[in-house]
């Protein structure tokens, strides 16, 4: 069974940092591309961050270029999402997700990702 915790988010003041993490377990990790969402009250999920399986390859949505960095550490099964220079526009809940297919690569679309985390809230204050 697959299971992915997410953890790290708060209220920050603008201009803040935070670092979510996303813990996977019940399959082998390092096998699979992995990414971050986020949704904000009265919208769709949006894409964040994506990331390949040995974290190769990266990509971000447009807005949070040069500002949060994807990662993962693949011996401790374990996402993260550095977020710095935070601003309220940040503000929603993230989520981790997986996709189910250790060949699938990584992708921008919401709808491919078989496995989601619960979320975790990043609240930033102006």
């Known amino acids: 069974q697959v299971q992915l915790v997410e953890s790290g988010g708060g209220l920050v003041q603008a201009g803040g940092s935070l670092r979510l993490s996303c813990a996977a377990s019940?399959?082998?990790?390092?096998?699979?591309?992995m990414g971050w969402f986020r949704q904000a009250p009265g919208k769709e999920r949006e894409f964040v961050a994506i990331i390949s399986r040995s974290s190769g390859s990266t990509l971000y949505e447009d807005s949070v270029k040069g500002r949060f960095t994807i990662s993962r550490d693949n011996a401790k099964n374990t996402l993260y999402l550095q977020m710095d220079s935070l601003k309220p526009e940040d503000t929603a809940v993230y989520y981790c997700a997986s996709r189910s297919r250790s060949w699938d690569p990584a992708t921008a679309d919401a709808s491919d990702y078989a496995y989601w985390g619960q979320g975790t809230q990043v609240t930033v204050s102006s």
């Open positions: 019940g399959r082998t990790f390092s096998s699979y591309a």
